[in-house]
């Protein structure tokens, strides 16, 4: 392992820290109590072990007694590795830092990694089966769904090319008030639900119109309205609605907001209570 690590206990009283010694022994000397412990690395990207169970806990007697207990900590190896490539539809490759992909484990434990500036990555993994998503920061294109797979120990596992997806479909609608105005700068948002973690974003124009690219799916859409220097003009229940969108049919969703037209004023006052109850 990459030694040393950091060690960190803490209990409702406060927290200590050490680091592990060259054979990965470490000691604290603590009042009585229970106690939580942590282990983190000191470098993360050069780190070659995962903590799958945080929080274990060690408890002392809480008075004046004198007691010593052992707390072996063990790590899952980060033996196997994941490689591949991240591309767009017209084979070139995906821009560093503007996806993402990460890989979760039988344990839950997710490992995240992104894309060189040649569109391959590389993550350090423990052996075991994974589940796949990512992100892609251009509203233009998707992440496709990835097929669970397994990696077995000091295995690299080429999982291929992941070519992104064109969003070519469409959400689009109006939004307008109770008087049937229309409303402009209100934000909207879309999101699937299947795993891939995929999204769309948008504000409504000044004819109150808007327009999200998107692939077919289900997806939620919810809309809410833009904050002025005065607050808010008009309110929304908040509640997404769901919209189903099929390849090359444009899909349509409207929002009413309820416009604002009452107000409450008032003055925030300090009260000096001396025996009794304010007014």
């Not at 995929?198 to 000044?206: I, K, M």
């Not at 049919?249 to 000096?272: D, E, L, P, R, W």
Request: with cysteine; charged share 15%; aromatic share 12%.
């Amino acid at each position: 392992l990459n030694l040393p690590i950091t060690i960190i206990v803490a209990n409702n009283g406060g927290y200590a820290s050490t680091t592990t010694d060259s054979n990965g022994d470490y000691t604290f000397h603590l009042p009585g109590g229970t106690w939580t412990v942590n282990i983190y690395p000191q470098y993360w990207d050069t780190t070659d072990w995962d903590y799958a169970v945080w929080n274990e806990s060690v408890t002392f007697v809480d008075d004046s007694t004198t007691e010593s207990k052992t707390k072996d900590i063990y790590v899952d190896t980060l033996s196997s590795t994941i490689t591949g490539s991240i591309r767009k539809p017209d084979g070139m490759a995906a821009s560093q830092y503007s996806v993402g992909i990460n890989f979760t484990n039988s344990k839950n434990r997710s490992f995240y990694t992104y894309p060189d500036t040649s569109g391959n990555f590389s993550k350090k993994v423990s052996p075991s089966s994974y589940s796949v998503n990512g992100w892609v920061s251009d509203n233009s294109y998707s992440m496709p769904k990835i097929d669970n797979f397994s990696v077995g120990d000091n295995e690299s596992k080429d999982i291929g090319t992941i070519t992104l997806v064109e969003k070519t479909d469409t959400i689009s609608g109006t939004i307008t008030d109770d008087t049937g105005a229309t409303v402009s700068g209100a934000y909207l948002s879309a999101w699937k639900n299947d795993g891939t973690y995929d999204w769309a974003s948008a504000t409504s124009a000044s004819d109150g119109t808007y327009s999200m690219k998107v692939v077919p799916g289900s997806w939620q859409v919810s809309a809410w309205p833009a904050w002025t220097s005065t607050g808010y003009d008009y309110v929304n229940n908040g509640k997404p609605v769901s919209v189903t969108v099929t390849s090359g049919v444009a899909a349509t969703t409207n929002f009413v907001f309820k416009k604002c037209n009452a107000t409450i004023t008032g003055t925030i006052n300090s009260v000096t209570i001396s025996g009794g109850t304010p007014p």
